[in-house]
């Protein structure tokens, strides 16, 4: 993702950092779906940086980094971030509705990134890059569009919110070094320097019930 790394982050992958618990980095749990969970899709920049945002909050068991939006099938990373498959990094989450509702998840995912960005989140650009909000039924894009409602009118933002609003489709995993690669490679540079900080900035402003 960000140019400079891709020559080297197949390397980077390879490489086992001691884990920085000082950031109380969320990691998921990987277990199959309970019958009592929902799944919501959200792309909204970096997956890195959408995995932990959402795996803080509590009621979300995992965020699945991955690709979403696009027609290609089986999209691969290299592929995305050519910009040749149409798809944007997209994290496939799985929560509880019991203990944290789906507004809210849509509230964390406008709180945790500029949503008036075309194709872009902070100095990370390109079409995989793009903010979505995918919905899978009426009620879900109400409530979306119910949040970009009071977010314009707070008049938070100087510009407009940009945020795809569309349907959802289909989810395509992302390879396996991508999982969870925060919580892996806390002293990863752009990590360090761009995934930690952003986290930590979304827990000091989201008024969210954080595990």
Known sequence: MKLVYIAIISCVALISCAQN??????LGIKQNPSPNEAVAYFAEGCFWHSEIIFQ???????????????????????????????????????????KIAYKTLVAAFF?????TTIN????????????????????????????IKRLTDSKKYKNKIV????????????EDYHQEYVYHHPNDVYVKNVSIPDFLKFKKEFKGNFK
Not at 163 to 174: D, L, Q
């Open 21 to 26: 618990k000082n950031q109380n980095i969320p």
């Open 163 to 174: 945020t795809e609003v569309i349907p959802f489709a289909k989810f395509y995993p992302a």
């Open 120 to 147: 872009r989140q902070g100095n990370d650009v390109g079409t995989n890059y793009r903010s979505i909000a995918f919905y899978q039924n009426e009620k879900e894009k109400k409530t979306i569009e119910e949040e």
């Open 111 to 115: 709180a945790s990134q500029d949503p």
């Open 56 to 98: 803080s909050l509590v009621g979300v068991r995992d965020a699945i980094s991955g690709y979403a939006g696009g027609k290609s099938t089986n999209p691969t990373y290299e592929k995305v971030i050519a910009d040749a498959t149409g798809h944007a990094e997209t994290v496939q989450v799985y929560y509880d509705p019991a």
